[in-house]
């Protein structure tokens, strides 16, 4: 599948921003929920195993990702949970069983059958959803780390996969907020980084999105606030679905505010 291409393209993006870096880094402090990014790496790892579980069968999945649950369950958060499984690995280490498992991950579903349906938290998946999902959030965490460490990341094509997530996840931003789910869906026109187009839906000159693929993809992970990006948005229904959207799985979760998510300006 191209989608396991592009997962491990983002991945070693993140591999190469950290791989020579004082061991020092791994213990900063990011933007996101005051993770470290230690924390970040360890998150990415569960999830990496978990997807590699699920490809193998439902038992195995549900075997390994109960635990979590039942946590989750219980009042714990993930990241008290995540640091169960992983205690027993330095920072360092950590970031390298992490980059192993990417590389299993995109050899995994580079073979599986796209439309198999896999086991998850929620409803089941398809593998090609599963392993954008994969590339999704490997993306969008780390979206902080590069913050964290004020690089600007060089970014691909293959942030189509997030937009075409994004888009696909329109209406699971109001269901999952009891929300009214509006009859118009808005047109969206964006330009990936190499300058080629994109589009989606019934072109309108009164309800759409428009602007940087990038930027979108950062509003709809909630990696930025719409009101630090430069897209353009217009109508009632696009408004609001760019103040809420939400492309990942889980209770509903509020974009950070304005101003809250950004790349740290290091001193020159």
């Known amino acids: 599948m191209e989608q396991a ?26 933007n996101f929920k005051n993770w470290t990014i230690s924390d970040v790496f360890g998150h990415l790892y569960v999830f990496n195993i978990a997807s590699i579980k699920t490809l ?63 086991s998850w938290a929620g409803p089941t998946m398809s593998a090609r959803s ?15 780390i590069f913050d964290c460490l004020g690089v600007k990341r060089e970014e691909g094509d293959q942030i189509k996969n997030i937009v075409h997530l994004g888009v696909s996840t329109f209406g699971w931003t109001f269901i999952n907020r009891q ?20 589009t989606y839906n019934k072109e309108s000159n009164f309800n759409f999105v428009s602007g940087s693929a990038v930027e979108f993809a950062q509003v709809v992970t909630q990696t930025r606030n719409i009101k630090d990006t430069s897209l353009k948005v217009k109508g009632l229904v696009a408004k609001t679905w760019m103040s809420l959207a939400q492309c990942f799985a889980g209770k509903a979760e509020d974009p950070p505010a304005k101003g809250q998510r950004h790349r740290v300006d290091l001193p020159k």
């Open 5 to 30: 291409v592009d997962f491990l393209k983002d991945s070693r993006a993140l591999y190469d921003l950290m791989w020579d870096r004082d061991i020092r880094d791994f213990k900063k402090t990011t």
């Open 56 to 118: 193998e069968s439902a038992n195995e999945f549900e075997n390994f990702f109960k635990p979590f649950l039942t946590g989750l369950q219980g009042g714990k958060s993930f990241l008290e949970l995540q640091k169960t499984f992983i205690e027993n690995y330095n920072d360092r280490e950590l970031f390298e069983i992490w980059w192993q498992s990417s590389l299993e991950v995109n050899k995994k579903y580079l073979s599986a059958d796209p439309k198999l349906r896999l």
């Open 130 to 144: 599963s392993i954008t999902a994969r590339q999704m959030e490997t993306w969008a965490h780390g979206q902080e």
């Open 179 to 198: 929300l009214a789910l509006p009859k118009e869906v808005p047109y969206v026109s964006l330009i990936l980084p190499s300058g080629a187009p994109i």
